[in-house]
């Protein structure tokens, strides 16, 4: 008899399983965070972490490349690997890999089930298992999301009903060298891409990795401001206005990238490979229709259609939380902040009025 029981198929893809533990690692509570390690790890999982790294190449012989899961860069510029299995059976990579990437205190295997044997060259103490019960329930809430988005991926004309609209504040001159503004009329916007760099903030993590394709977006540039308005003082009170705004469509949500050039600065290419992924300063990625569709009203570009957008455009209270929402983007970096329906609808109603 064939096998052939819904039990027995992989309906549940290893990369689901990985972003399971990736949302953890970027914006989990502490608690959930140190579950992952070992406990042979647990002291050099307090501390402070510079960046993870999804998908890391690993060199090692002086030509071969192995790809872990993550790579956990802490601001001492010390560092683990971590690969996730689902049993530790499944860890195919061989005693070369392990003894390079993963042996003593260079990484651990995540697993679901240990099924290690006691013959196995994968030491017990460079094991940790998950917790399966909570893995399921993860899955259970964000089943539709993971469903939209891989469809979205693929049916451009796909509309979730779950889709999220996200605001993006784009200043013409940041912190640490920034210049959002160029980046996305100059480098970004005609390639259909924007990166956001790696942030500790667990609130920003979380709307970053959220962005799904499907959802909406909200680029707002060219910002000016009124006199005796300081730094970036968006208030309903303060005098400051923009006039750049392009609501678009996301076409593939989140991913992350190690190779793309499109923000980095010119110095960074001529780096070798493996200083490129630790000095890169973008790599949390997703990808958006431009120019917008003429025949769909829900989205809008000020290059077709120019628009002025000031603190008193509207008293409708959804234009207050995209005020809010516009100054915590501003405070974050340009980190997406996520906008309710109310909102969106003041932003709609302000850009009928021009209309």
Not at 329 to 351: F, T, V, W
């Amino acid at each position: 008899m064939s096998g052939r029981c819904m039990e027995n198929q992989k309906l549940i893809n290893e990369k689901t399983l990985q972003r399971y533990i990736y949302e953890i690692l970027t914006y989990g509570s502490k608690k959930k965070f140190l579950s992952l390690f070992p406990e042979k790890f647990k002291g050099l999982a307090q501390k402070k972490v510079k960046v993870i790294i999804p998908e890391y190449p690993v060199s090692y012989n002086g030509h071969n490349k192995h790809i872990t899961d993550f790579r956990i860069i802490f601001t001492d510029l010390s560092y683990l690997n971590i690969e996730v299995e689902w049993q530790v059976s499944r860890f195919n990579h061989g005693k070369e890999v392990y003894d390079y990437a993963y042996s003593g205190t260079k990484g651990f295997i995540l697993v679901v089930s240990n099924d290690r044997k006691a013959d196995s060259f994968i030491d017990s103490d460079n094991i940790s298992v998950l917790d399966a019960i909570d893995f399921s329930y993860w899955f259970l809430k964000k089943a539709k999301h993971i469903v939209d988005g891989t469809i979205g991926n693929y049916l451009s004309e796909y509309e979730s009903r779950a889709s999220k609209c996200w605001l993006v504040f784009l200043p013409s001159a940041g912190r640490n060298d920034g210049d959002s503004l160029n980046d996305y009329v100059l480098r970004g916007r005609s390639k259909g891409v924007w990166a956001f760099r790696y942030s500790n903030s667990q609130t920003v993590m979380k709307n970053i990795l959220d962005i799904t394709a499907g959802d909406t977006v909200i680029f707002a540039y060219n910002f000016k401001y009124g006199e005796g308005v300081k730094g970036r003082q968006l208030y309903s009170e303060t005098e400051w206005k923009f006039t750049g705004l392009d609501i678009l469509k996301v076409k593939k949500g989140y991913y992350c990238d190690l190779s793309d050039d499109t923000f980095e600065i010119e110095e960074w290419t001529r780096l070798p490979e493996e200083d490129k992924i630790n000095s890169k300063r973008y790599m949390h990625y997703f990808q958006y229709l431009f120019p917008p569709a003429d025949d769909n009203e829900k989205y809008f570009t000020s290059s077709k259609l120019p628009v002025t957008l000031r603190n008193d455009s509207s008293t409708l209270p959804g234009w207050y939380e995209f005020i809010e929402s516009l100054r915590w983007s501003c405070s974050n970096q340009g980190a997406p902040a996520e906008l309710s329906d109310e909102a969106m609808n003041a932003l709609y109603c302000i850009i009928g009025d021009v209309n």
